[in-house]
């Protein structure tokens, strides 16, 4: 049977084409986890944590975007690489129901220089912004956790959409939560009961304090504690009256 003249030509397109899938996507040894940068507070919030930067992790792969990966921790198991970014699969309005990975925070490599100039900034903080939350145009939008989790986060390296290397899988993090009410220590705890005490012992101090003042300041002023006054009538004050000769009227002097 003769063969079609172009199936060579069509063939090495095709074969070009699933090179990078037959490679398969590189790991590499980076386990993203949460920094530990002094003085840096807000570490862990009730809708964000904060991340290291990847820095000299994709050196080798400067074509490619950088994008991270947020998932459930029973859903990275299910996580495909091949789902691109911006889809309504990984879109960060539809996360945690159905969606349950979602893709933000690209970058490239310029944004991860190697190594790092001093006293430049090198965390990620995943969850803080609020504007796009519920803009469906922008599925990337690095939105608010929706819960305490937990959460686990990858890195990924796109050239296109082939995913060319990835990270491994961070431990799982779990984010704070605000206290019940139910937590909130009651009347009859003991750190109540202690409050109690404190407040007892300062009142009693409090009123031994302000009886020793009334009583300083009946000493200062007896009479008026005793409930009688005394007024003494002023002397009477004579002034008698002089007249001086020099103050009269002179004849004016003769010349």
């Known amino acids: 049977r003769p063969?079609?003249?172009?199936?060579?030509?069509?063939?090495?397109?095709?074969?070009?084409?699933?090179?990078?899938?037959?490679?398969?996507?590189?790991?590499?040894?980076?386990?993203?986890?949460?920094?530990?940068?002094?003085?840096?507070?807000?570490?862990?919030t009730a809708s964000t944590f904060v991340l290291d930067q990847p820095r000299c992790v994709f050196k080798d792969y400067g074509n490619a975007d950088i994008w991270l990966v947020v998932a459930l921790d029973q859903a990275i198991s299910n996580f495909s690489n091949t789902a691109?970014?911006?889809?309504?699969?990984?879109?960060?309005?539809?996360?945690?129901?159905?969606?349950?990975?979602?893709?933000?925070?690209?970058?490239?490599?310029?944004?991860?220089?190697?190594?790092k100039p001093d006293g430049e900034i090198t965390v990620l903080r995943?969850?803080?912004?609020?504007?796009?939350?519920?803009?469906?145009?922008?599925?990337?939008?690095?939105?608010?956790?929706?819960?305490?989790?937990?959460?686990?986060?990858?890195f990924l390296a796109l050239e296109g959409s082939v995913p060319v290397?990835?990270?491994?899988?961070?431990?799982?993090?779990?984010?704070?939560?605000?206290?019940?009410?139910?937590?909130?220590?009651?009347?009859?705890?003991?750190?109540?009961?202690?409050?109690i005490a404190i407040t007892t012992i300062l009142s009693i101090l409090f009123a031994v304090l302000l009886a020793g003042l009334v009583a300083m300041l009946c000493f200062w002023s007896s009479d008026s504690c005793s409930g009688s006054s005394t007024f003494s009538k002023p002397e009477s004050v004579s002034v008698r009256r002089y007249n001086t000769h020099h103050v009269y009227d002179q004849p004016a002097a003769r010349l």
């Not at 990078?20 to 986890?33: C, E, I, K, N, S």
Request: glycine content about 10%; charged content about 15%.
């Open 126 to 154: 995943v969850g803080s912004e609020t504007s796009c939350a519920e803009d469906v145009s922008r599925p990337t939008c690095n939105g608010p956790l929706p819960g305490p989790g937990p959460y686990r986060v990858k």
């Open 165 to 195: 290397a990835e990270t491994a899988w961070s431990v799982p993090i779990m984010l704070r939560t605000a206290k019940s009410p139910s937590s909130i220590p009651t009347v009859g705890s003991g750190h109540s009961a202690g409050m």
């Open 3 to 44: 063969r079609h003249p172009g199936g060579r030509t069509m063939l090495l397109p095709l074969l070009l084409l699933l090179l990078p899938a037959a490679h398969g996507t590189v790991q590499l040894p980076y386990r993203p986890d949460l920094t530990e940068k002094p003085k840096l507070e807000g570490l862990r």
């Open 84 to 115: 691109g970014p911006g889809t309504p699969e990984t879109a960060f309005q539809r996360f945690p129901d159905p969606v349950r990975a979602y893709m933000t925070l690209n970058a490239t490599l310029a944004n991860y220089p190697c190594p």
